[in-house]
T-cell receptor, first 115, second 117 residues
Framework: AQSVTQLDSQVPVFEEAPVELRCNYS??????LFWYVQYPNQGLQLLLK??????LVESINGFEAEFNKSQTSFHLRKPSVHISDTAEYFC?????????????FGQGTELSVKP | KAGVTQTPRYLIKTRGQQVTLSCSPI?????VSWYQQTPGQGLQFLFE???????NKGNFPGRFSGRQFSNSRSEMNVSTLELGDSALYLC????????????????FGPGTRLTVL
């Protein structure tokens, strides 16, 4: 079975400081990896994804994540956060459709950026 | 392109009633998935429809059902509502590649917040 563990439920950080949100996964088959962000009272927005190729993926708003197969991790980082980054972040893995085709989510990390 | 839309956005029901939620996918997307989000259980997969057929199903009781229409719009129905069904129900659409390759990315709607009293 597949599972996703987000190691921190809450991460408080000051504005302009760097941040890392940690994500580990477990799977006996190849999976695709995603980070989604959820702002208050909204749905999930795709932040970035790893499907294949370069293990470092970037989003348009300065976040990046690195796929590490040996450590089964997909940590999310940003060198300098803004107040507007305050949200809940979800790491997820996707199975192939012939094995269920669903997203399996971690429990979420609440990022709180303070001025 | 317009994003995934869900109606209604908020719903209040009482125990024992039934409810139907609607989801319109991104134009051209043929796969629609439904997820339940609660503070205790997090995000859990309900089911996925592709070309009007349920292709995958999560571990939810039979009170939760869905369907997909020929225009890819989907509805989710919950019968005999229980207090524990209070949640944010999220719909996600994707291209829905057939043949077992999952390079699709799922795009989510804003959700329907269901409160059961």
């Amino acid at each position: 079975a597949q599972s996703v563990t987000q190691l921190d439920s809450q991460v408080p950080v000051f504005e302009e400081a760097p941040v890392e949100l940690r994500c580990n996964y477990s799977s006996s088959v190849s999976v695709y990896l995603f980070w989604y962000v959820q702002y208050p009272n909204q749905g999930l927005q795709l932040l970035l994804k790893y499907l294949s190729g370069s293990t470092l993926v970037e989003s348009i708003n300065g976040f990046e994540a690195e796929f590490n197969k040996s450590q089964t991790s997909f940590h999310l980082r940003k060198p300098s956060v803004h107040i507007s980054d305050t949200a809940e972040y979800f790491c997820a893995v996707s199975l192939p459709y012939n094995q269920g085709g669903k997203l399996i989510f971690g429990q979420g990390t609440e990022l709180s950026v303070k001025p | 392109k317009a994003g995934v839309t869900q109606t209604p956005r908020y719903l209040i029901k009482t125990r024992g009633q039934q409810v139907t939620l609607s989801c319109s996918p991104i134009s051209g997307h043929r796969s629609v998935s439904w997820y339940q989000q609660t503070p205790g259980q997090g995000l859990q997969f309900l089911f996925e429809y592709f070309s009007e057929t349920q292709r995958n199903k999560g571990n939810f009781p039979g009170r939760f059902s869905g369907r997909q229409f020929s225009n890819s719009r989907s509805e989710m129905n919950v019968s005999t509502l229980e207090l524990g069904d209070s949640a944010l129900y999220l719909c996600a659409s994707s291209l829905g590649l057939a043949g077992g390759r999952s390079t699709d990315t799922q795009y989510f709607g804003p959700g329907t917040r269901l409160t059961v009293l």
